[in-house]
């Protein structure tokens, strides 16, 4: 069976600090795909980043950075210089090979001014 | 491109009753996805639909069902509603079922409350 565990519920980080949100999943496949996602306020999702299991390499953008690690099921990820516009629940989501979708329940991160 | 729409956007309905709740995904888009969101359950997956074909569905009770028209737009109806149905129900689009793409692109979403 699938699953993703986000065990950080909630985060408040001061504005500045890094931060980052810990994602450990579980599947049998061998091919499969990590998402995160940012859900602010508003509460419509926004897509961050998409990783396939072939590709490990670790990815970069901007203050966002992403390490995925097989070897323990872990596909954390880390906000540096954290921002007050950074505030909202993260979730890091596992798709199979069945096209079927499988959410944490989120970590609701708070950035203080 | 217009993003993935849903209606309406808040409803208040009473226990018994019945719903349905709409997703125009973003043109072009054939895969229609429904998640329910609540504060204890977090995102659950509640079914997808390709090509009007439902082709994978969550393990939510019968009382929830959907469809999906020719021109790719999607409802989703529960029937006789329950307290815990209280949610906000969210729909997500993609450009076709290709593993190499995979990425969902969510609308803003049905806050429903039953009381």
């Known amino acids: 069976a699938q699953k993703v565990t986000q065990a950080q519920t909630e985060i408040s980080v001061v504005e500045k600090e890094d931060v980052t949100l810990d994602c450990v999943y579980e599947t049998r496949d061998t091919t499969y795909y990590l998402f995160w996602y940012k859900q602010p306020p508003s509460g419509e999702l926004v897509f961050l980043i998409r990783?396939?299991?072939?590709?490990?390499q670790n990815e970069i953008s901007g203050r966002y950075s992403w390490n995925f690690q097989k070897s323990t099921s872990s596909f954390n990820f880390t906000i540096t210089a954290s921002q007050v516009v950074d505030s909202a629940v993260y979730f890091c989501?596992?798709?199979?090979?069945?096209?079927?979708?499988?959410f944490g329940t989120g970590t609701s991160l708070t950035v203080i001014p | 491109k217009a993003g993935v729409t849903q209606t309406p956007r808040y409803l208040i309905k009473t226990r018994g009753q019945q719903v349905t709740l709409s997703c125009s995904p973003i043109s072009g888009h054939r895969s229609v996805s429904w998640y329910q969101q609540t504060p204890g359950q977090g995102l659950q997956f509640l079914f997808e639909y390709f090509s009007e074909t439902q082709r994978n569905k969550g393990n939510f009770p019968g009382r929830f069902s959907g469809r999906q028209f020719s021109n790719s737009r999607s409802e989703m109806n529960v029937s006789t509603l329950e307290l815990g149905d209280s949610a906000l129900y969210l729909c997500?689009?993609?450009?076709?079922?290709?593993?190499?793409?995979?990425?969902?692109?969510f609308g803003p979403g049905t806050r429903l409350t039953v009381t």
């Open positions: 989501a596992l798709s199979d090979t069945g096209n079927q979708f499988y």
């Open positions: 997500a689009s993609s450009p076709r079922r290709d593993r190499e793409l995979r990425r969902q692109y």
């Open positions: 990783r396939n299991s072939f590709d490990e």
